[in-house]
């Protein structure tokens, strides 16, 4: 009976069917979501309030993908995307939707994710709008652009949605226009010398991806050309072309990965010319930033997150905290000022070196980084007689470790400052956080990426009182 229920769900729609379709509400990748006979279809394009014509483009067990045919009621909001690569692109979801709708819809992306996986009433939270930008545009500090063939000429751009195909992008409205003008220049450069782009299929040629990072504040900006092969034809030659044709770069960087994977950066880096790193000013703090080093790619945006961030965690100068996810200690160092001490760990040694560096010449004595996991060195000092008052957890999109959650919850800590960037997995650990005696008290909501579908939060865990 189970399995003729599943059939007949399935059969309820055909690949090329098409039909009237009202959008609900936005999906965590930015797709309009509607329902067909009870059924979840996914249309990329559509918007929340839209009535439109779908055509089913793909099937699943549980959902359908389909495509927009016709609008046949279009939402107040709707607009006319500024960027002729925006519909092959991929980078930027929301293009067609006016910010002020942006902002209110990244909102309830966030409700969603809490009512799917908690039992939580965000009513009984201090649930904020989303804060947005002045002017969302230009605002990415760092640009990492693969460099393929189309019709014999180098192009350099993002794979288009869903495939290996990619799209030449020669300039980007979302990037600092210094990474635009380093990109197309280095294509040139490489093309003039007859330096080839990597061919994934034939395991052939050298360039992979050019990245570029501009710090904002400081001006300084770092080419790191990556390649498939340690040896660089002419490599001496394209320095020194960079030197005469873009003499503001300060640090040019060489990184090897030889691997068939995804991954931009391989394991080698050498430095081709200038400085290792570059520094990049937050607020009134300046860091160190080598070629690999994760650092907030808004930084606009960056002085607002971890002001939030240091207003959850509610700091008196007494308080012990320890930095997870540290990175090159960005949120840490700027908590430092009104802790008694900070601890923070990663598991990217480079990361801990530049964090280390960093706090040093910010002139904080109450900063300690360590290589490694959080969950490894929490026991071992609580062990040691050292227990923190906060935890500021900042983790990738997957969330956080099982183990680390189980650490936090046989550590407790008085408070937890959740930095997320994806809210189902925020979602997600909340709930465990909730049953291992938190209450969840603030949701933030930040957009980090104006024009995508992607919301950062600030999320302000309590140790529930026992009495």
């Given at each position: 009976?189970?399995?003729?229920?599943?059939?007949?769900?399935?059969?309820?729609?055909?690949?090329?069917?098409?039909?009237?379709?009202?959008?609900?509400?936005?999906?965590?990748?930015?797709?309009?979501?509607?329902?067909?006979?009870?059924?979840?279809?996914?249309?990329?394009?559509?918007?929340?309030?839209?009535?439109?014509?779908?055509?089913?483009?793909?099937?699943?067990?549980?959902?359908?993908?389909?495509?927009?045919?016709?609008?046949?009621?279009?939402?107040?909001?709707?607009?006319?995307?500024?960027?002729?690569?925006?519909?092959?692109?991929?980078?930027?979801?929301?293009?067609?939707?006016?910010?002020?709708?942006?902002?209110?819809?990244?909102?309830?992306?966030?409700?969603?994710?809490?009512?799917?996986?908690?039992?939580?009433?965000?009513?009984?939270?201090?649930?904020?709008?989303?804060?947005?930008?002045?002017?969302?545009?230009?605002?990415?500090?760092?640009?990492?652009?693969?460099?393929?063939?189309?019709?014999?000429?180098?192009?350099?751009?993002?794979?288009?949605?869903?495939?290996?195909?990619?799209?030449?992008?020669?300039?980007?409205?979302?990037?600092?226009?210094?990474?635009?003008?380093?990109?197309?220049?280095?294509?040139?450069?490489?093309?003039?010398?007859?330096?080839?782009?990597?061919?994934?299929?034939?395991?052939?040629?050298?360039?992979?991806?050019?990245?570029?990072?501009?710090?904002?504040?400081?001006?300084?900006?770092?080419?790191?050309?990556?390649?498939?092969?340690?040896?660089?034809?002419?490599?001496?030659?394209?320095?020194?072309?960079?030197?005469?044709?873009?003499?503001?770069?300060?640090?040019?960087?060489?990184?090897?990965?030889?691997?068939?994977?995804?991954?931009?950066?391989?394991?080698?880096?050498?430095?081709?010319?200038?400085?290792?790193?570059?520094r990049e000013t937050l607020g009134e703090l300046s860091f160190n930033l080598s070629a690999q080093a994760f650092f907030q790619l808004n930084p606009a945006q960056t002085n607002k997150l971890y002001d939030l961030a240091k207003e959850a965690a509610q700091l008196t100068g007494n308080e012990r905290v320890v930095d997870a996810y540290c990175g090159v200690g960005t949120i840490g160092l700027w908590l430092a000022d009104e802790a008694k001490e900070l601890r923070g760990?990663?598991?990217?040694?480079?990361?801990?070196?530049?964090?280390?560096?960093?706090?040093?010449?910010?002139?904080?004595?109450?900063?300690?980084?360590?290589?490694g996991k959080a969950e490894e060195w929490l026991p071992k000092w609580v062990k040691e007689g050292w227990k923190p008052d906060v935890i500021v957890v900042d983790p990738p999109r997957s969330g956080l470790d099982e183990s680390l959650i189980n650490t936090i919850a046989r550590v407790k800590p008085k408070r937890i400052v959740y930095v997320s960037c994806n809210p189902s997995t925020l979602a997600k650990n909340t709930n465990d956080l909730l049953k291992a005696g938190?209450?969840?008290?603030?949701?933030?909501?930040?957009?980090?990426?104006?024009?995508?579908?992607?919301?950062?939060?600030?999320?302000?865990?309590?140790?529930?009182?026992?009495?």
């Amino acid at each position: 009976m189970e399995k003729q229920r599943k059939k007949q769900t399935e059969l309820k729609m055909k690949v090329g069917q098409r039909f009237p379709l009202t959008i609900k509400r936005l999906g965590i990748d930015g797709e309009g979501v509607g329902y067909y006979k009870r059924q979840v279809v996914f249309v990329r394009g559509a918007l929340p309030g839209e009535e439109v014509v779908c055509e089913v483009t793909k099937l699943h067990r549980k959902f359908a993908e389909g495509k927009i045919r016709k609008i046949r009621k279009a939402s107040p909001h709707r607009t006319e995307a500024p960027c002729p690569v925006y519909d092959k692109c991929g980078g930027c979801q929301l293009l067609h939707l006016t910010y002020e709708g942006q902002l209110k819809e990244k909102k309830d992306i966030v409700r969603q994710a809490f009512e799917r996986y908690t039992k939580l009433n965000l009513d009984k939270v201090k649930f904020a709008d989303t804060v947005g930008m002045e002017e969302p545009w230009r605002y990415r500090n760092k640009s990492q652009m693969q460099v393929g063939n189309a019709d014999d000429k180098l192009i350099t751009g993002l794979f288009q949605t869903g495939s290996h195909r990619l799209i030449d992008i020669p300039e980007c409205i979302v990037q600092h226009p210094k990474t635009d003008e380093v990109t197309r220049t280095v294509k040139e450069i490489l093309e003039s010398l007859n330096i080839s782009a990597y061919n994934e299929k034939k395991r052939k040629g050298t360039v992979r991806t050019i990245v570029t990072r501009v710090g904002f504040e400081t001006g300084e900006v770092q080419l790191v050309l990556v390649t498939a092969t340690r040896d660089f034809p002419k490599r001496d030659l394209f320095v020194e072309k960079i030197n005469e044709r873009l003499p503001f770069i300060e640090s040019i960087v060489q990184n090897i990965n030889p691997k068939k994977t995804s991954m931009i950066f391989g394991e080698e880096t050498i430095v081709l010319d200038g400085k290792e790193k570059i520094r990049e000013t937050l607020g009134e703090l300046s860091f160190n930033l080598s070629a690999q080093a994760f650092f907030q790619l808004n930084p606009a945006q960056t002085n607002k997150l971890y002001d939030l961030a240091k207003e959850a965690a509610q700091l008196t100068g007494n308080e012990r905290v320890v930095d997870a996810y540290c990175g090159v200690g960005t949120i840490g160092l700027w908590l430092a000022d009104e802790a008694k001490e900070l601890r923070g760990m990663d598991v990217v040694k480079a990361s801990i070196d530049d964090a280390r560096n960093n706090a040093e010449q910010l002139g904080f004595t109450n900063a300690i980084f360590e290589t490694g996991k959080a969950e490894e060195w929490l026991p071992k000092w609580v062990k040691e007689g050292w227990k923190p008052d906060v935890i500021v957890v900042d983790p990738p999109r997957s969330g956080l470790d099982e183990s680390l959650i189980n650490t936090i919850a046989r550590v407790k800590p008085k408070r937890i400052v959740y930095v997320s960037c994806n809210p189902s997995t925020l979602a997600k650990n909340t709930n465990d956080l909730l049953k291992a005696g938190y209450q969840l008290e603030q949701l933030q909501p930040v957009d980090m990426f104006p024009h995508t579908a992607h919301v950062e939060c600030v999320a302000q865990l309590v140790l529930r009182d026992k009495n």
